[in-house]
């Protein structure tokens, strides 16, 4: 299995989103992320490329320190919990992505 959808969805891309920076269909891009499909390694140096991460990082399964800890509270609540904690971190998440977006508008200009 590979970490490119976790990579695309941290940084706030879709798939669609993806699929146009690497010059690829969408539904190409989901069955990558899927493992239904595997593409030359020179398509997933160009994934890489555009996510901004080293090849080895779309299949390292290596969590930081931080993430594991998340990880290991997030998996010991509740789901009713759970759900808040999600929910939590979406709205975390599009506050960074405005607040990149702001600070960065041509950037988020040349990512459409």
Avoid: Y
């Avoid at 706030?12 to 899927?34: C, F, K, N, T, Y």
């Avoid at 290596?62 to 509740?78: G, K």
């Amino acid at each position: 299995m590979n970490n490119i959808a976790r990579i695309r969805k941290a940084r706030g891309l879709r798939q669609g989103d993806l699929a146009e920076m690497v010059g690829i269909s969408q539904p190409h891009i989901s069955r990558i992320e899927g493992g239904d499909e595997g593409p030359p390694l020179s398509l997933f140096r160009t994934i890489a490329d555009a996510l901004n991460v080293p090849l080895a990082a779309l299949f390292s399964d290596a969590r930081s320190h931080i993430e594991q800890a998340v990880l290991d509270a997030f998996r010991s609540l509740p789901e009713n919990r759970q759900a808040g904690w999600v929910e939590m971190a979406r709205l975390v998440q599009a506050e960074a992505q405005a607040a990149n977006q702001a600070s960065d508008p041509d950037r988020h200009a040349k990512e459409k």
